[in-house]
């Protein structure tokens, strides 16, 4: 991905443009003291309408800059980071006018990163009528071209920032991907398989309605009473979080009690605003959903409505999902032995069939009480994770690519589009950019192919699999 760096000196509103790009994603903090100052650069991945990349905030240059003395003297860091990107948006706050610091940081910019392409916001334009023209002009002195108005704090302007970074970053990665394609296949697989994400720590959120044994299970695979278990609905209150190794890998687990229950409770909008109060527990890489064997067996149903929204939500948040049918000590002895195979059947189709955004998805049958399943419940969220950190090489795909564009009825049309290269862009979940000839879109049911094969051709089951459609004129 592109990465863009938002430069600007204090005040501006650079956190404030940061946060509303990630849209309050987690950032990656790197603290680096150097001569008693302390620099802060936070990452994340910008959402900008269909755009993605990497965003820097650079609280750490505004350092430099304002105290003019440092001025020059970069750290290695810095020179790292400012190595790295290709872009940036400099911020200048639209109520002060032309600022000499902001010509300061220009200047900085030009000296030590002469690569980056800077274009030129006027933030906090939320309240100014007339003199934005004149600030406008002002800021031609940056010689950097005209500034867009915005305002990070209402979201004004979005739009127009989108049109100013479209057509760069959309240019930059059609030059990387024609420079990719061309390198030789074989280094760029070595340099795949190096970086193994799948080693990292793992995030696990054990989420489910009150009752169906989540605790018990949280139990049971740390193997000691840590987390108080009980018949009454709701007693773990609060998200816990314990942290155990598993075959040498350390995993974070999160039992997100209180969590669905209130989805269930306030039905509604308020379940909805709950729920995105609640995102950060889908910070996790897997979500592991726990359902009850007998509640299943007397709704019916596999899931209940709110479990079905909170996988979506998960999946959507781009989470790998396993999911655990727990309580399965129930439905032993001769009378239950029709059940039993019945719900072993039945559960992974009606899983499939309500979550069609992702395929493959693991389904694991347990019983926490007597701790049977955990190993299984553990490969399972392994097996995943190891899927959604999966990268493949641009290589690879494109050969994939040749046979699977065989393999499909595409629409017989002059407007449907080609296409032209496909690559991964990301990892966790894998996610992939397909450059198309023409203006138009692929179809859903392309897309929902496209999808399907990779899962299928590279073994990703449940993990999301995103596609961004690219066009290449
Ligand atoms: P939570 O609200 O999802 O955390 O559920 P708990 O772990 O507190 O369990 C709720 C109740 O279900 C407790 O009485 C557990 O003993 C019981 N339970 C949990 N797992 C199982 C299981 O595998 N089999 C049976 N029969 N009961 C279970």
Known sequence: LPTVMILGRPNVGKSALYNRLIRRREALVYNTPDDHVT??????????????????????????????????????????????TQFAVLIIDVRAGLHPLDLEV??????????????VVMNKSESIGDSLAEVASEALALGFGEPTAISAETGLGMNALYEVLHP?????????????CTQDDVTSEENLSDEDDSKLPLQLAIVGRPNVGKSTLLNALLEEERVLVGPEAGLTRDAVRVQFEFQGRTVYMVDTAGWLERTERDKGPASLSIMQSRKSLMRAHI????????????GQRSMTHSEVVI???????????????????????????????????????EVQTVIPQITGIPVVFISALEGRGRLQVMNEVIGTYKRWCSR???????????????????????????????TQVKARPPTFVAFLTG???????????????LKDDFDLGGTPIRIIQRSVL
């Open 311 to 349: 996988a979506r939500r998960a999946v959507e948040e781009g989470r790998g999902l396993v999911v655990i049918v727990n309580k399965m000590d129930c439905l032993r002895g001769k009378k239950n032995s029709e059940m039993y195979k019945k719900i072993k059947e039945a559960v992974p189709i």
């Open 392 to 422: 493949l090489s641009t290589g690879r795909l494109n050969r994939w690519l040749i046979k699977v564009m065989s393999r499909h009825s595409w629409k017989d049309s002059a407007s449907q589009p080609k296409i032209k290269f496909f």
């Open 439 to 453: 203006k138009t879109q692929l179809l859903e049911s392309d897309i929902r192919f496209l999808t399907k094969s």
């Open 39 to 84: 620099r802060d650069i936070r990452e994340g991945i910008a959402k900008l309408a269909d755009l993605r990349f990497n965003v820097l905030d650079s609280a750490g240059i505004e350092t430099e800059v304002s105290s003019g003395t440092i001025l020059g003297r970069t750290t290695s860091m810095t020179a790292n980071v400012l190595a790295r």
């Open 168 to 180: 760069l970053l959309e240019d930059y990665m059609v030059q990387t991907l024609n420079d990719r």
């Open 287 to 298: 979500v592991a959903l726990v359902l009850d064997a007998e509640e299943i067996i007397k």
């Open 106 to 119: 220009g200047k900085w910019l030009r000296k030590h990163a002469p690569q980056i392409k800077p274009i």
